[in-house]
């Protein structure tokens, strides 16, 4: 069974950067699309980014142009780069493996879910 694991949330100040990345083990992505979510404290989950795996982004309006998705399918590795940094980015964000190859923001199309790292944005 694949097991998605995150890694590189932290704390950072107002306009700072971060790298999240989420490693498969006991498996691959294979041809799936693959998602970052994040949930803030008494919020719902919502949708970042996804890719393809044929490289096709998609970007939640409130990230765009401050995040970068990006996957390495020989390593079965998605990075997350967020720059510009706000206190509204603080949450727990998580990697998801949708159930196919379309890119979604959808998160019941996704199946596969890792354990979530930290993300804290002081102002």
């Known amino acids: 069974q694949v097991q998605l694991v995150e890694s590189g949330g932290g704390m950072v100040q107002t306009g700072g950067s971060l790298r999240l990345s989420c490693a498969a083990s006991?498996?691959?992505?294979?041809?799936?699309?693959m998602g970052w979510f994040r949930q803030a404290p008494g919020k719902e989950r919502e949708f970042v980014s996804a890719?393809?795996?044929?490289?096709?982004?998609y970007y939640a309006d409130s990230v765009k142009g401050r995040f970068t998705i990006s996957r390495d399918n020989a390593k079965s590795t998605v990075y997350l780069q967020m720059n510009s940094l706000k206190p509204e980015d603080t949450a727990v964000y998580y990697c998801?493996?949708?159930?196919?190859?379309?890119?979604?923001?959808?998160?019941?199309?996704?199946?596969?879910w890792g354990q979530g790292t930290q993300v804290t944005v002081s102002s």
């Open positions: 890719i393809a795996y044929s490289g096709y982004l």
């Open positions: 006991g498996g691959t992505f294979g041809t799936k699309a």
């Open positions: 998801a493996r949708s159930n196919g190859v379309l890119i979604t923001h959808r998160l019941y199309e996704y199946d596969i």
